[in-house]
């Protein structure tokens, strides 16, 4: 008695995937057209059909899929995927602004939430993007760059110009120091920060595990629009509050011993200040009660001690040192100077800010008298050199 299989939805989707590796392009779009028409939340195959349609040269109907893909991601609680979409959607139908207008209505500052009526959960809040205003948002999408990888791609290399953040919307790459992986960063990730911010090479290369996509937001697109939409800048600060400096108080051995959102809120509380070159952050002898961390820039410690009149130098410091917790601690003077020798940033936290964590977390009280106590002697057994 002959048998007779019904084929199922996976066995017309492996059929698909089939054609589209032999270079089929027709058939294959064919096929994945019938199984989008079984699944129609099938986001992937959805963006396999608004791709073949692309390279079949169906401009309008890849447009309409685009368009679609686009929407479907938003509303889902994709945004960076759904403005890789919106991308491709500007080469198919450079007139589809309204959908990055719609991008910005769900997820700019006024619109986080879902609109008005429906009963599903609240869009997330993105780095970034949600910070903006739905103006600067929408100007910000415009300079968003499309990258592809293909496999074994390298994206940068450790020592290349830190002069962009990327965000993986498809595939995975992988994080490798001098042949250590040191992570594989999947959809939605953002990397690339800690150079962007703090102006200094990368310090890792990245390679591409499996074809990727990427956007790119680069530093002389957002150096443009701040002078335009000031916003960006205050974006681009809680971006790196949240994403950089948190990283920093994680890895210091002062706040290391926060509990995570403590050490977030802290975060949060830093504000920038700006320096020249030659501009003293703060100065041997003045009261004042605030602990630093550097942003970007190369900054000198240096004091001059009893019985001498040359400077005695006693540190440089880069992106991620923290400097001021003695003053604070010890309820002193500042005991030496903090010289900026270029143009630069620091973050500062007063002790506004730090006395309720040290009364909530005494441990990171005595981290900081030990921290002190170490620079103290270190101090000293400088001065002690030079006589």
């Not at 059929?15 to 699944?39: H, I, N, P």
């Not at 900054?299 to 040359?310: A, D, K, N, S």
């Not at 309720?356 to 170490?374: C, F, K, M, N, S």
């Amino acid at each position: 008695m002959a048998l007779f299989f019904r084929r199922g939805k996976k066995d017309d989707k492996a059929q698909a995937d089939a054609l589209f590796t032999k270079g089929r392009w027709a058939e294959a779009l064919a096929a994945y057209e019938k199984v989008l028409g079984k699944e129609p939340g099938n986001l992937a195959v959805l963006r396999r059909v608004a791709d073949l349609r692309a390279k079949l040269g169906r401009t309008r109907e890849a447009a309409e899929a685009y368009r679609e893909l686009a929407d479907r991601y938003a509303q889902g609680g994709f945004l960076m995927q759904a403005i890789a979409a919106y991308k491709i959607l500007e080469r198919c139908d450079p007139g589809a602004e309204d959908v990055g207008a719609r991008l910005a209505e769900l997820y700019a500052q006024r619109g986080i939430t879902r609109p008005e009526g429906t009963r599903d959960r609240p869009l997330p809040k993105i780095p970034l993007f949600s910070d903006l205003d739905p103006e600067a948002f929408r100007k910000v999408l415009q300079k968003t760059v499309p990258r592809n990888l293909t496999m074994g791609e390298v994206l940068f290399r450790q020592g290349d110009p830190g002069d962009s953040i990327f965000v993986v919307t498809q595939g995975v790459v992988r994080v490798e120091r001098e042949g250590t992986v040191l992570a594989e960063l999947g959809e939605g990730t953002f990397l690339g920060e800690a150079a962007f911010f703090s102006h200094q090479p990368r310090n890792a290369d990245v390679v591409a595990v499996t074809p990727a996509e990427l956007l790119e937001i680069r530093r002389r697109d957002m150096e443009e629009l701040i002078d335009r939409h000031p916003g960006v800048a205050d974006a681009l600060h809680a971006f790196y509050r949240e994403r950089v400096l948190d990283g920093v108080l994680a890895a210091s051995e002062v706040f290391r011993g926060l509990p995570p959102d403590a050490r977030k809120e802290l975060a949060r509380r830093f504000e920038v200040v700006r320096v020249d070159g030659g501009d003293d952050v703060v100065r041997e002898g003045e009261d004042d009660r605030a602990v630093y961390v550097v942003k970007r820039g190369r900054f000198r410690v240096w004091t001059v001690p009893p019985g001498r009149t040359e400077p005695l130098e006693l540190a440089t410091l880069g992106p991620g040192d923290l400097f001021g917790e003695v003053a604070l601690v010890s309820q002193t003077p500042r005991t030496a100077t903090v010289t900026a020798e270029e143009e630069g940033e620091v973050l500062r936290a007063g002790a506004e800010v730090l006395e309720p964590v040290l009364g909530r977390h005494p441990e990171v009280r005595r981290a900081l008298e030990r921290l002190r106590d170490e620079r103290a002697r270190s101090t000293v057994a400088r001065v002690l050199g030079k006589r």
